[in-house]
């Protein structure tokens, strides 16, 4: 059951000159969410933009009474988001959308068994925010997850102090080499598809620019390995109703169909998607 | 002896009075003025998680289609200054889904349900409107003649008055039990002539307007930012282009007005209905402020409250135009 | 030995090449796209203390009749959601003064002066144009098809083929030394049908759109907020539409277009220009951004040059469409 | 000669919670302000609100460097600059307008002499932002202006302060009594205008609310005192393009015409004024 408040702004942080991490309070949002969801976010006051913008819930901090979104900024609606200081008050709607289908609690003896996977985050810039969420939520779940993160450069590798503080293994890939391997994310991802399956093997969890999540979606199914894709849209109301988002999927049976990446989605097994 | 005047006896009670905001709307009894705009409610249920659909005047399904209709390919928004375009391209469940799996869900909701209909054909809006006329819990139906009819090139229905004539009578003896809206495009020279055509075919109420043909362009694509290339405006930027409309067709048009095209607000609602509607839909807000629609009728209900207006259907046509202007002047 | 490998030299020298923003429109050689529109850049030496004319690659004088006029009474404007109508009753020192007072003011002025022209009758028209006809430093006359044709009950000329075929061919005889550009109204259902009785009338250009019509109300006065009642809606509101009415005529209609309607930027314009544009005007933004215009040209070079586009003329009308659907479907 | 500036907010006060008082540095349109002229201000960023807001130059404070507004919030585009923080950049236009017609410098053993007219300044609301700069610049010129200041209530007395700290006396007005005289602030001017004019008499410099610029104006009129009105109207472009800010006036000469507010205007003889 989805929330709209007037949610406050209690901190707000630059991580870099694009980067922000915002925490707003939202109790019950907060008690609500799973990973994978998102908000529809008001920007600010006004009809400038109009439109609230979708956001990944990045983390619910300890204490469950405020939600962490991890953002960019990419145009004017991201940019009047930065400057909005700690007190203001920005309408917030959520948790929408499905979720990461998550495993099951991994009893601890058999956290290591033959038939657990080991989940992989692989995320492409910005995309990077749903998965601190992910991943403290896995971990709790008795899971180890890696995460492989894929950049233009340094400085798109935004909110790594958020999985090192977690102690969450990281892997890093950059267009131009300014940090890790230089080259794409699926340059990080290829080798743990060819492994050999040990314990069960890998399940993947995507998150990152289409052209990103359409590769790494087609190593996986041509790898047969589950793979979940959190998926992009415009998305003008997030609820369901003005069928904006659509995404062309293609069902087991019968013809291509749209679904509402808002709310069928936008996380959607990597097989059902056709773009 | 010195003391503060007490309030005269009238003002007090009048502000204290209860506001009526229940409209008559030709056949249609709404609650209050403020209904949820077809295409940007769902088909009702989506809201509830966030208000009382009984709190409402009523509300207007997405628009039906004899069969589904899956849409348009993406993107298919897009937002721009104050407003948005969108090309859905109608994707419905189709009447039959409607009436088998929406409508009795909204069997207790509590307030009116309007159907919208289209079609691309003449005999697809008869069909649609033949089998919901005498649905259980349908309360009316609206005519969306923004479609284009692909017998005829693809010309809107809602810009030919004949065509508007035709599809009208053609619906109204389909669903005589019904009482009929009918859903003018604003993307025509004279709006009027469409609202005449739609009387004299026998429309019940007028509802405008539908959204504005626009375009938007992907600059470093060199492309259309919708796959479908047009798209509809709507929302606040249309605000002032949809209230001249529903002036002009209220001092030209003896039916009653549902009027819309950028109402945010109680305000907003409240300009409308001076103009000349008797009740107002709320489409593009209920997108970005999905409580909006009934935070309107308490606001509105406060407005009446302080200005000391009692029924609120009295503000309907109130518009005082400067002596010798019946129409309006013309030109800006 | 490790070096960094320069940039290959083709897109070296594209960066550093100058962009060439000369634009040909019909007869008009402009220095660069961008001019200010009608109404909202007086007679050009209003805008002196902010930019010089020079940059700009024209500008448009406030609608000139054969009399002075001193317009509607006040209230004339009302700012809305992204943009603002206006009814200022096309106040104007008359073609007399303009010739004497205004125009000589120009003659150094550095760039494209053209005189907009309007009359509440055909003949009015004519008159202005005749007087123009000739005058030392004009480059051009663009006929105002928006006002209302007083002898034909105060319908708009520009809404009425037959109007603007007798009204622009009269025009064209009257000032046959001159660039005509013919500015269409919006306010009509297929704009394409005025394109093209423009053209058959002998319009050099076209140049769209003009301002809405539109309506505010005063909601405690129950008053429109325009003394005039209605009023002419302008800036980033009506972008999309504007765009979609630019596209629409250059795919139906062969002649040069100078598009317009709530540009506010380098982006703004060149989206124009890629939907079919050769030239744009800027209106309302002079009103809030007094320096916009010219920023504009520097800032579509730089876009030029970091795009790789050498000319600016090579992206009007390279808008790629869908295949199969040249003029764009039409169903949002 | 004005300047299109992106001034910097300097200082921002509330000085009640619908008063504000804004600094804004802006050196050359500091220097070239004359008292009764007013700029363009940008109140935030982007296309809501689309227009800039008209808005008296209240102060050039010491230094010159700076532009100081007194503003009341009645809308959202007030509201909207009563957010900005000190440091954000708003675009500035200005000095716009005709400013008020000052009297000459009073040599010093001339102030009281015959001749000499005693300045009046009537102010309604927030109308009395017009003044501190006008009032300043009188002193300069050797001159003993009155404030006379009427409001609906006492907390709409905003900027006393302003006068206070130059010693400019003031009598004020309010319609409910809260302060000073009850009633309008034509209570206030009326005995002046009936009193045997001493020393020259008085003449009027008004900014108020329209009814009060017509009752006061046609007191003054009647009077025979000269009288210049501040005028308040639509404002879309403030440097005479647009022809949206007309006011009615009668000429000495000929037909009522439409002067344009911004540049005609903003100060008008209340004679030629014809509402
Ligand atoms: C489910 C979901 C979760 C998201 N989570 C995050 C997140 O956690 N952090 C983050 O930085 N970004 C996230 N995004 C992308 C974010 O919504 C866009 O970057 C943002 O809307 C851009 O707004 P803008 O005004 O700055 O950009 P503009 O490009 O100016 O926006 C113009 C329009 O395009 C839309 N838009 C632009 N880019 C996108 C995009 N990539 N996806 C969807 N709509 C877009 C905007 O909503 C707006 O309507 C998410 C998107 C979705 C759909
Ligand atoms: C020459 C001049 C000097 C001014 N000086 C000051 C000043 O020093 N301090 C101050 O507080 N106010 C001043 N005003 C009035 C001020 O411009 C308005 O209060 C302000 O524009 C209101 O904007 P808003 O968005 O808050 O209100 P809204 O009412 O929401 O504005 C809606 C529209 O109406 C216009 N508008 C509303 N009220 C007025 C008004 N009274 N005059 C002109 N336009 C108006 C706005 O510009 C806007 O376009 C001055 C006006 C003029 C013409
Ligand atoms: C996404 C979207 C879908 C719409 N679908 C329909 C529809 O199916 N039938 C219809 O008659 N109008 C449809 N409309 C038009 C609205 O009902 C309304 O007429 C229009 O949006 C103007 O009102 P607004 O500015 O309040 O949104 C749609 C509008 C939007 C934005
Ligand atoms: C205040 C005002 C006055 C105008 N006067 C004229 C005019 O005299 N003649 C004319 O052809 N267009 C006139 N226009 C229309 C503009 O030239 C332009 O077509 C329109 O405003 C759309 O462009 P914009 O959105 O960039 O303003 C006027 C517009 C405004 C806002
Ligand atoms: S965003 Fe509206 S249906 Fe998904
Ligand atoms: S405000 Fe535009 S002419 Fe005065």
């Not at chain 1, 988001?81 to 709607?93: T, V």
């Not at chain 2, 937002?79 to 469940?93: F, H, P, Y």
């Amino acid at each position: 059951m989805p929330f709209d408040v007037p949610a406050r702004v209690l901190r707000h942080e630059a991580l870099n000159p694009e980067h922000f991490l915002i925490t707003l309070e939202a109790p019950r949002l907060a008690r609500a969410a799973r990973p994978g969801q998102f908000v529809m976010l008001q920007v600010r006051e006004g009809h400038d933009p109009l439109l609230r913008r979708p956001m990944s819930i990045c983390r619910v901090p300890p204490g469950g009474r405020t939600v962490q979104i991890l953002y960019k900024v990419v145009g004017e609606g991201t940019r009047y988001l930065s400057h909005q200081p700690a007190g203001a008050r920005l309408k917030m709607l959520g948790p929408l959308g499905n979720g990461f289908a998550l495993p099951e609690r991994a009893p601890r003896q058999t956290a290591r068994r033959v038939g657990t996977r080991r989940p992989i985050l692989v995320a492409g810039g910005i995309g990077v925010a749903v998965f601190p969420f992910l991943a403290e939520t896995l971990q709790r779940l008795g899971r180890r997850p890696l995460l492989l993160f894929g950049a233009r450069a340094h400085r798109d590798l935004a909110g790594l102090q958020l999985f090192r503080a977690r102690r969450i293994p990281l892997r890093l890939a950059t267009e131009d080499g300014s940090a890790g391997a230089r080259g794409f994310v699926t340059r990080l991802l290829e080798p743990l598809l060819r492994e050999k399956p040990r314990n069960g093997g890998v399940e993947l969890y995507v998150c990152g620019p289409t052209p990103m999540m359409r590769a790494v979606g087609g190593l996986a199914v041509d790898a047969g390995v589950p793979c979940q894709l959190a998926l992009e849209s415009q998305m003008p109301c997030g609820i369901g109703v003005c069928l904006g988002c659509v995404v062309r999927c293609a069902p087991q049976v019968g013809e291509p169909v749209y679904r509402r990446v808002c709310t069928e989605g936008p996380i959607f097994p990597a097989a059902e998607v056709a773009w | 002896m010195k003391r503060r005047a007490a309030p005269p006896r009238s003002i007090a009670r009048r502000a204290d009075a209860p506001v009526d905001l229940a409209v008559d709307v030709g056949p249609l009894r709404l609650r209050n003025p403020v209904l949820a705009a077809s295409g940007t409610f769902g088909y009702g249920t989506e809201f509830l998680p966030y208000l009382k659909l009984a709190d409402l005047g009523g509300f207007v399904t997405k628009g039906l289609s004899p069969r589904p209709r899956r849409g348009n390919a993406p993107p298919r928004t897009c937002e721009t200054a104050a407003g948005m375009l969108n090309a859905i391209g109608l994707a419905n469940v189709g009447v039959d889904a409607f009436l088998e799996e929406k409508l009795p869900a909204l069997r207790d909701c509590g307030t009116v349900v309007i159907a919208n209909v289209f079609g691309e054909t003449r005999d697809e809006y008869v069909q649609v409107a033949r089998r919901l006329n005498g649905a259980a819990g349908l309360h009316g139906i609206e005519l969306n003649l923004s479609c284009p009819n692909t017998e005829k090139g693809g010309i809107a229905f809602g810009v030919s008055p004949p065509l508007i004539e035709e599809v009208v009578g053609a619906v109204r003896r389909a669903a005589p039990d019904l009482p009929l809206i009918v859903k003018l495009t604003p993307n025509i020279t004279d709006i009027a002539v469409a609202a005449r055509a739609a009387k004299v075919a026998g429309a019940d109420i007028l509802s405008l307007v539908n959204t504005f043909l626009g375009m938007a362009v992907d600059l470093k694509g060199r492309r259309p930012v919708l796959d479908n290339v047009v798209g509809g405006l709507s929302g606040p930027a249309i605000k002032p282009l949809a209230l001249y409309m529903v002036h002009r067709v209220h001092r030209e048009i003896d039916l009653p007005i549902i009027g819309m095209g950028g109402i945010a607000s109680a305000v907003d609602a409240l300009e409308f209905m001076v103009a000349g509607s008797s009740a107002v839909q709320v489409g593009t807000v209920n997108f970005f402020d999905p409580t909006a629609s009934t935070r309107m009728v308490g606001d509105m209900e406060a407005w009446c409250r302080t200005q000391g207006v009692r029924r609120v259907r009295d503000l309907t046509g109130t518009l005082r135009l400067p002596a010798g202007m019946p129409g309006g002047r013309s030109a800006p």
